[in-house]
């Protein structure tokens, strides 16, 4: 656990000292600010963060391929990647000191929308179930989000390749809500009939930040985002034990 720790500390301090993570930080801070006082912070209005949090997918599914573009990446072009093989620290210990380290940072990108909390609190009262479950759907969705760029990042020793391939990735399964009715009830194969619409709005990340956003934790949205980002971490570790033997 201390390699694992310590892989996420160096992670950590890679990205307070890349000019990247401040560009996210501007995008991201850019993007929240603009949604807070356009569509929620008007005189009058009910205090609700739900529009808050269902557009943060928007501007995570962009953001967060750019962390997470250069974290293998980097390590394949650098050959840094051979020297941390020949040393005792596992793929598996990599791969999660990688993770808990953009975790760790992307934290403090949804702690800094916390400022849009106080100045709504100020003005208004609000319900702490909403925010406890908005914010939970918020750590979700960017632990997903996180795996998917992981995914790509081993993929390639490209950055640029990694961060497209994430953003179109993340950005079908963002917006895909927004299409969900245009899509046929049912489609038969053969003998066979498939929900299509069903599917669809369950692949969503937006029918899913969407009921957390709304106050409501069920079991089924957190299976979601678990299940994504447990999917996309193995396969990660497959890639990465793969390229051991190129």
């Known amino acids: ?5 310590t892989i996420a500390k160096r992670e950590v301090n890679s990205l307070l000292f890349s000019p990247i993570a401040y560009v996210v930080l501007f995008l991201f801070l850019g993007f929240m600010g603009f949604i807070f006082f356009v569509y929620i ?3 009058g209005s009910p205090v609700d963060i739900r529009l808050l949090i269902d557009f943060s997918r928007f501007a995570l599914f962009f953001v967060v391929p750019l962390l997470t573009m250069s974290v293998f990446s980097d390590e394949y072009r650098s050959g840094r990647i051979e020297m941390l093989r020949t ?3 596992t793929d598996f210990d990599l791969l999660l000191g990688k993770f808990l380290g953009l975790m760790a940072f992307y934290l403090l990108l949804v ?3 916390f400022v849009y909390l106080i100045v709504l609190r100020v ?3 609000l319900d702490l179930g909403q925010v406890l479950s908005s914010y939970l759907g918020m750590v979700l969705m960017g632990a997903m989000f996180i795996a998917v760029g992981l995914f790509f990042s081993a993929c390639t020793r490209e950055q640029i390749v990694a961060a497209l391939a994430a953003i179109i ?4 399964l963002t917006i895909l809500s ?6 046929p009830h049912d489609i038969a194969l053969g003998a066979m009939k498939f929900n299509l619409r069903d599917a669809a709005d369950y692949l969503s990340v937006g029918s899913h930040i969407g009921d957390f956003a709304k106050g409501t934790v069920a079991l089924t949205n957190i299976t979601y985002f ?3 980002t447990l999917l996309f971490m193995f396969w990660t570790y497959l890639v990465l034990e793969s390229r051991k033997w190129r």
């Not at 656990?1 to 720790?5: E, G, Q, S």
């Not at 990735?169 to 079908?172: H, V």
């Open 87 to 89: 040393s005792p620290i």
């Open 41 to 43: 912070f008007k005189p």
């Open 123 to 125: 003005y208004g009262k």
């Open 111 to 113: 702690a800094s929308t």
């Open 226 to 228: 678990l299940g994504f």
């Open 169 to 172: 990735t993340l950005g079908i």
């Open 178 to 183: 927004n299409f969900v009715q245009g899509i």
């Open 1 to 5: 656990m201390n390699r694992v720790l």
